[in-house]
T-cell receptor, first 112, second 113 residues
Framework: KAGVTQTPRYLIKTRGQQVTLSCSPI?????VSWYQQTPGQGLQFLFE???????NKGNFPGRFSGRQFSNSRSEMNVSTLELGDSALYLC???????????FGPGTRLTVT | QQQVKQSPQSLIVQKGGISIINCAYE??????FPWYQQFPGKGPALLIA?????SEKKEGRFTISFNKSAKQFSLHIMDSQPGDSATYFC????????????FGTGTRLKVLA
C-alpha cells in the first residue's frame, strides 16, 4: 500500500505570496491532519479533516486554511506569506477508526 | 493542561547502550501515547504506542514504560545502534471525541559507533 504523498516536496516563495500544498493520504484513510514543523516550535498542529469536514483546528491565524476532497485528498493554503512561515509542512493520515497516524515526507517551504 | 513535556533535548549514547527518553503529560484524559522516529529529510514514522491500561509494551529493541500515577511515559532503546540516530517525538491523545495529537518537543539521539 502506498504511503502518504505530499507535493511539492520543496517550495520557495516570496513574502506576500500565497501557496497551496497537497496531500494524498493512504488509500482508505479518511482523516488528514496538517502540522507545521520548525526547529524552535517542534510539531504544531494546524488542522484535521475527516470526510471533507474540518473537525479540529490548531492555534494558527486565518491565513492558514485547508480543505479535503471527496477522495480524501487534502490541500492547505497559506496566504500573504511571512518569513516566519518557513517550515516543513507535514501531512498525516489515519484510518478514522484507528489512532495510528502516518506521516508523509513533508513539503519544505522557504519564504524569502 | 494540553502540554507534553519531553526530555532530554539531546542524547548521546555509545553503541550497544540503552537510550532513555522521557515524557510527562498533564491531561489525565489522554489515553493513547505513541512515539515517533524522524530521520533528516523524512516525515515522522510511528515507532510504538501504548494505552494506559498496560505499564509496558515491547517491540524488538524498543520498549515503552508507562506510569499512570506519575503521568509519565518513556521510550527505552536497548542495544542502541548508529542507525537509531534520529529525532524522537512522544505524543499524547484523547481517543474519544475528536481530540488532536499533542507532541513533545523532540529528542535528538546520536549513537556513537
Amino acid at each position: 500500500k502506498a504511503g502518504v504523498t505530499q507535493t511539492p516536496r520543496y517550495l520557495i516563495k516570496t513574502r506576500g505570496q500565497q501557496v497551496t500544498l497537497s496531500c494524498s493520504p493512504i488509500s482508505g484513510h479518511r482523516s488528514v491532519s496538517w502540522y507545521q514543523q520548525t526547529p524552535g516550535q517542534g510539531l504544531q498542529f494546524l488542522f484535521e479533516y475527516f470526510s471533507e469536514t474540518q473537525r479540529n483546528k490548531g492555534n494558527f491565524p486565518g491565513r492558514f486554511s485547508g480543505r479535503q476532497f471527496s477522495n480524501s485528498r487534502s490541500e492547505m493554503n497559506v496566504s500573504t506569506l511571512e518569513l516566519g512561515d518557513s517550515a516543513l509542512y507535514l501531512c498525516a493520515s489515519t484510518l478514522g477508526t484507528s489512532n495510528e497516524q502516518y506521516f508523509g515526507p513533508g513539503t519544505r517551504l522557504t519564504v524569502t | 493542561q494540553q502540554q507534553v513535556k519531553q526530555s532530554p533535548q539531546s542524547l548521546i549514547v555509545q553503541k550497544g547502550g540503552i537510550s532513555i527518553i522521557n515524557c510527562a503529560y498533564e491531561n489525565t484524559a489522554f489515553d493513547y501515547f505513541p512515539w515517533y522516529q524522524q530521520f533528516p529529510g523524512k516525515g515522522p514514522a510511528l515507532l510504538i504506542a501504548i494505552r494506559p491500561d498496560v505499564s509496558e509494551k515491547k517491540e524488538g529493541r524498543f520498549t515503552i514504560s508507562f506510569n499512570k500515577s506519575a503521568k509519565q511515559f518513556s521510550l527505552h532503546i536497548m542495544d542502541s545502534q548508529p542507525g537509531d540516530s534520529a529525532t524522537y517525538f512522544c505524543a499524547a491523545r484523547k481517543t474519544s471525541g475528536t481530540y488532536k495529537y499533542i507532541f513533545g518537543t523532540g529528542t535528538r539521539l546520536k549513537v556513537l559507533a
